[in-house]
């Protein structure tokens, strides 16, 4: 495997952000470590799973980008591994390029995804991006609220740590809920908020619909939730208390 591991001291000092590349093959696993070092970063490389789980344990990286599939497994069975038990940020880099595969990566737990072949200066801003959401630059854009985590930039949202697959309709309740916490919200004011601008027909049956399916998602009994509760004749209102960061 590959002994000629990278370390950082790169032109840019940026002390202490580990990246951990998982890609089996060599000239590209070198040339992204190369590029990367030269930025800055400190670089550690593997070409199977189980040397990236052991670089993973040893270094704590804060990104990991990495193949889909790799000699000894999948990288989204890997993803999905360490995600349960770490925050780290995850980057596919993979020849997987079809829709299903990029949605399989995102489920899996994926913060971004580039396709085969890709261009280095593309990756590395992806890669800068990614560091600065670690580092606090999107502030304002994260909502913390019991089990749930919303990162309203990237229009996504966890639960218990887990990334949540919402439709586009759920995914607009939940920020509309999480941004009013404790103010009692209007049926009009909700349809106001999934209103859809292509010119579908929205009723108050569609908004049952989609916030019993959002329910179903981020409650742990949606029979008796806690977070998004009816007001009788008012509408609903987002029970925990929220925190911005």
Not at 128 to 153: C, D, H, Q, W, Y
Request: charged share 30%; proline share 2%; with cysteine.
């Amino acid at each position: 495997m590959f002994t000629n591991y990278f370390s950082g001291g790169g032109e840019k000092a940026i002390m202490e952000q580990r990246i951990l590349i998982v890609e089996d093959e060599e000239s590209i696993n070198r040339a992204v470590s190369a590029k990367l070092t030269k930025e800055g970063y400190t670089v550690y490389s593997a070409a199977c799973i189980k040397e990236g789980a052991d670089l993973y344990s040893k270094h704590n990286a804060e990104l990991i980008i990495c193949d889909i599939n790799l000699p000894d497994g999948n990288g989204l069975d890997f993803c999905e591994l360490v995600r349960r038990e770490n925050d780290v940020m995850f980057l596919f880099l993979t020849a997987l390029d079809t829709e299903i595969d990029m949605i399989n990566g995102y489920e899996a737990g994926a913060d971004d995804y580039i396709t085969k072949p890709f261009s280095l200066a593309v990756l590395c801003e992806k890669v800068k991006a990614i560091m600065r959401r670690i580092n606090g630059g999107e502030s304002g854009n994260i909502i913390v609220s019991g089990p749930m985590t919303l990162f309203i930039s990237e229009n996504r949202a966890k639960k218990d740590g887990e990334y949540l697959n919402l439709t586009a309709n759920e995914q607009k309740l939940l920020i509309y809920f999480m941004e009013n916490p404790g103010r009692i919200l209007s049926k009009n004011s909700l349809l106001s908020a999934i209103y859809d601008i292509d010119g579908n027909f929205v009723d108050e049956n569609t908004l049952a619909v989609n916030i019993r399916r959002l329910r179903e998602k981020i409650e742990k009994d949606p029979s008796k939730p806690s977070m998004i509760k009816n007001v009788r004749g008012l509408g609903y209102i987002w029970e925990e208390d929220c925190k911005k960061l």
